[in-house]
C-alpha cells in the first residue's frame, strides 16, 4: 500500500506561482509513476502532469505545458509541482495520485493510490 499527502494549496493572485507537494509513505520501493490531477465542481477529474520515480521521465497536458513543472525528491519521497504563471482557470482541488509501472498514464483509472486532495485558487 502506498499513502499520499498533498500540502501547499492556497490562494494566489493570476500571474502568480505555487508549489503544492505530495509525500508518499508505505510501501513506496519501486517502479511507480505518481500523476497530478486536477478537479473543479462539476466536471471530469483531469490529468496535469506525470513523473516516473525511476527514470524521470515526464509528460503534461496542453493546458499547463510551459507553465507548470513536475519534480521529485527521493530522499524525501515527495513529488513537486511547481505552478507558475496561474489562471483563474486552473483553480481546481489538486490531486496527486500513484500506480506501479513503466507507462506514463493520463487517465484516472489507470491510478489505483490517491490522496486527499489540496485546493489551489487563482484570482483574477
Known amino acids: 500500500q502506498v499513502q499520499l499527502a498533498e500540502s501547499g494549496g492556497g490562494l494566489v493572485q493570476a500571474g502568480g506561482s505555487l508549489r503544492v507537494s505530495c509525500a508518499a509513505s508505505?510501501?513506496?520501493?519501486?517502479?511507480?509513476?505518481t500523476a497530478w490531477f486536477r478537479q473543479t465542481p462539476g466536471k471530469e477529474r483531469e490529468f496535469v502532469a506525470v513523473?516516473?520515480?525511476?527514470?524521470?521521465?515526464?509528460s503534461y497536458s496542453d493546458a499547463v505545458k510551459g507553465r507548470f513543472t513536475i519534480s521529485k525528491d527521493d530522499a524525501k519521497n515527495t513529488v513537486f509541482l511547481q505552478m507558475d504563471r496561474l489562471k483563474p482557470e486552473d483553480t481546481a482541488v489538486y490531486y496527486c495520485?500513484?500506480?506501479?509501472?513503466?507507462?506514463?498514464?493520463?487517465?484516472?483509472?489507470?491510478?489505483?493510490?490517491w490522496g486527499q486532495g489540496t485546493q489551489v485558487t487563482v484570482s483574477s
Open positions: 508505505g510501501r513506496t520501493i519501486g517502479n511507480y509513476a
Open positions: 495520485a500513484a500506480r506501479q509501472g513503466n507507462m506514463l498514464l493520463f487517465t484516472r483509472a489507470n491510478y489505483n493510490y
Open positions: 513523473i516516473h520515480w525511476v527514470s524521470g521521465q515526464t
